[in-house]
């Protein structure tokens, strides 16, 4: 059974060859085809299942595409693995629960660029530039962050609410009992054929005894149908407050997205806006 925890507190510092270190990133370097990347990378993390395991496929796919976006842009070894591990631990902050937490999550990766874009040791480290510093946080939110619930949803637990309830003050399902008295009463009664007591009255204790059990099927049929009764009743009124609460957070959920679209887009048209003007400047 899985255990479905709250997300954990999150605390950034200097990733540099925590992951990948010069050797390792040799053997990157002299392949020659994205398979032996993706070999490698297998090797190296454990996943040597990535072409059966779904799981595994999409980590290495990550994987191999942040090794390509350092390649693309010439980072050197030292960047190459502080970003390779800020991937890494942006992605294993996310997948840490199925709890929403997409902003700690985007505060967590813009602390760790900041650990390795300023020099003040032994807090942080000047490794990239503020170029650089554009150019990833632009390319973590254009891929990373878009798809950040796919990666929750293929990565956490699913959570499912089980509800169960206890009708108090309601007896079980149970015939109510007839009295015995009355049965044996009327088994004794019924034998008696060879007295002198006239048959008119046999009959009448009969139908008395008879009278008395069908009675009792009724009150048992009431009492059934009256606790039919009470749980759809409950049902019913359970069922629309499902519904409001469905609709509810539906609600928040939409509101939410609604938000975070607006920050990548604001965060979108600040770096867009500042990589304009730096050209335009240049050209003059």
């Known amino acids: 059974m899985n255990v479905v925890h709250v ?14 270190n010069t ?34 496929g999409i980590i290495i796919d990550l994987f191999y595409y942040t090794l390509q976006f350092a390649k693309e842009n010439s980072f050197s070894q030292e960047q190459t ?9 942006v992605h294993m902050a996310n997948i840490d629960t199925p709890f929403g937490n997409i902003e700690a999550v985007y505060t967590y ?18 490794i990239f530039s503020v ?13 990373y962050f878009r798809h950040l619930k796919l990666y929750k949803y293929a990565y956490t637990p699913k959570i499912r609410m089980d509800i169960s309830f206890e009708y108090i003050g309601i007896p079980t399902n149970q015939l109510i009992p007839v009295e015995d008295d009355k049965i044996d009463g009327l088994e004794e009664k019924l034998p008696e054929t060879e007295t002198e007591e006239p048959v008119e009255v046999k009959q009448a204790e009969i139908a008395d005894a008879t009278d008395s059990v069908e009675g009792a099927e009724v009150e ?17 009124t359970l069922q629309e407050q499902l519904q409001q609460m ?39």
């Open 246 to 284: 469905k609709l509810t957070i539906d609600h928040q959920i939409k509101q939410n997205d609604d938000i975070i679209t607006s920050k990548i887009k604001a965060v979108e048209e600040s770096v867009t806006g500042r990589t304009g003007k730096g050209s335009k400047a240049k050209r003059r």
């Open 81 to 89: 693995s502080a970003f390779f591990s800020i991937v890494k631990r």
């Open 109 to 126: 990766f813009k602390e760790l660029l900041f650990c390795h874009s300023v020099n003040r040791p032994p807090y942080s480290i000047y």
């Open 7 to 20: 997300p954990s507190t999150l605390k950034p510092s200097v990733c540099i060859w925590e992951d990948l």
């Open 220 to 236: 048992t049929d009431e009492l059934n149908d009256s606790k039919s009764k009470i749980k759809t009743l409950i049902a019913s």
């Open 131 to 143: 170029i650089q510093v554009k150019l990833i946080i632009s390319y973590v939110i254009n891929t």
């Open 23 to 56: 050797g390792q990133l040799d053997r990157i370097d002299a392949c020659k085809t994205s398979e032996d990347v993706k070999g490698i990378l297998a090797e190296m993390f454990n996943l040597q299942d990535y072409h059966e395991d779904l799981k595994m």
